[in-house]
């Protein structure tokens, strides 16, 4: 049969772009143009434009014109996203909001239109120009309580957050004692610093203080890795008396906290931070990835003013700042109020993701937080996650096991399951994809 003449021309329009004759950011002919140049009608060529559109290749903006996109990094909002592989990626989570291109087309005319850009190309101070500091400080001021700005080091993102915190106040042996499951960026760091991590036992994401205590007292810990509000991959929020017994446990045995906060705005009512609870021994990690943007790279530190100095040659002998363009348009939008916003509607959408995560997948073995983009799936007794993982593979979906989560030698057979990023209208096909995958190993 003879293929329709539009996916001929969409299969020509896409094979262009995959082979990079078209670049990055190319902007197309109008839809009455191509149709002009290839002796179309309208209709056909924007049933052209559509299908392109659909597999990802090229992106229309309201009154701009229609774009070429960058094949080589993970599509965004709309979009299903995809692994470098061609896989929908369920192991990364790539939030993204409706209208992320307009915000950052905003921030930059708000940028070039404010004096001194000049600034901007020099260096600048290690822990980040002071204004803005006061900005992103002020802004903490219902977390952490009244902070120094002095004392809020910007960073290029949370991972260089806690890589900071390795290299200019741990050294190489130090034991830091971690939740069993935990985020895979700190165990890479503690690897490359060559730090002991500890597991400590818990629930469900929340550190049993009771051993943590066991675990001080059988062996010198210098640190504990945390990330009381809404745990990563777990999702759980630690309620104020566990805090309250942590740092009891971290002042008898003079330990360091190192509080992750990468994903606390999802939480809109949470206990107080263990920075406001322990400042004088906790070095608080921010980071606007999920919030605001995964490729701004922008984050800070909090920390008692003993550690400041160590902290900031650490910046010093990484990066030496943080790139001021980016620093401005985030404080930028901290002042506006477009973060606030932005994590507002990051929370409702993660919402939604969930409703229907927990309605196909069912709710008892799902272990999340209610507005989050990633979900713990436990599986029952016997049941092995390899096979699932390559089950989903041959259907298109790369996912992960419990093992790159893991501090301790047996990882739980579990799945992790991200899907901040996943076309909403995808989602349920990719859940029952998933569910059905998990029912073929439970019977075989
Ligand atoms: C718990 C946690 N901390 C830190 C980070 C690093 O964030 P960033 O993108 O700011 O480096 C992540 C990213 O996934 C995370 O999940």
Redesign the pocket.
């Known amino acids: 049969m003879k293929r329709a003449r539009y996916i001929h021309l969409a299969d020509m329009l896409s094979t262009a772009i995959e082979e990079g004759k078209l670049a990055p950011g190319t902007k197309l002919p109008t839809h009455r143009a191509f149709a002009e140049q290839f002796s179309v009608a309208l209709a056909t060529a924007t049933r052209v434009y559509s299908e392109v559109e659909r597999r990802g290749l090229i992106v229309g903006e309201a009154g701009r014109g229609t774009f070429v996109r960058d094949v080589g990094l993970p599509p965004a909002l709309g979009v299903r996203q995809t692994a470098s592989d061609g896989l929908v990626d369920l192991v ?2 790539m939030p993204g909001n409706a209208g992320d291109a307009d915000m950052l087309r905003a921030g930059l005319r708000r940028l070039a239109a404010a004096g001194d850009l000049e600034a901007m190309l020099r260096y600048q101070p290690h822990g980040g120009r002071a204004h803005e500091r006061r900005i992103i400080a002020e802004s903490l001021a219902g977390t952490l309580g009244p902070i120094d700005p002095d004392c809020l080091l910007v960073t290029s ?6 890589a900071t915190v390795a290299l200019g106040l741990l050294r190489s042996g130090d034991r830091v004692a971690t939740d069993t499951l935990t ?1 895979p ?2 165990k890479s760091v503690a690897a490359l610093q060559g730090l002991d991590l500890v597991p400590v036992e818990g629930r469900h994401g929340v550190m049993d203080p009771d051993d943590l205590e066991r675990q001080c007292r059988a062996r010198k810990v210098r640190a504990v890795y945390l ?1 009381p509000t809404v745990h ?1 991959p777990l999702g759980a929020v630690m309620d104020e008396a566990t805090r309250l017994h942590l740092i009891e446990i971290a002042r008898a045995h003079d330990l360091l906290l190192i509080e ?1 906060a ?2 606390a705005f999802l939480e809109p009512d949470p206990p107080p931070s263990l920075f406001a609870l322990a400042p004088e021994r906790t070095v608080y ?1 921010g ?4 919030s605001l943007s ?1 490729g701004l ?3 800070y530190l909090v920390a008692p003013e003993s550690h400041t100095d160590g902290l900031l040659e650490a910046i010093r002998a990484t990066t030496w700042n943080a790139p001021a363009l980016i620093s401005g348009l985030v404080t930028g939008w901290v002042e506006d109020g477009t973060l606030a916003k932005s994590e507002a509607t990051r929370r409702r959408d993660g919402a939604e993701r969930q409703r229907l995560c927990r309605t196909v997948l069912g709710g008892s073995s799902v272990l999340s937080h209610r507005n989050a983009g990633f979900a713990w799936l436990s599986l029952e007794k016997g049941v092995r996650a390899e096979p699932i993982v390559t089950r989903l593979k041959a259907h298109g979906i790369s996912a992960s096991g419990a093992g790159p989560f893991a501090t301790t030698v047996a990882a739980p057979q579990a799945l992790r399951l991200a899907f901040g990023g996943i076309a909403m209208d995808a989602l349920t096909g990719i859940f029952r994809t998933v569910r059905d995958a998990v029912d073929a190993a439970s019977v075989s």
């Open positions: 990364f989570n993102g949370g991972q260089h957050g806690l985020y960026g700190f990330m990563n992750d990468a994903y990690v980071s606007f990835s999920k995964t790279r922008l984050g």
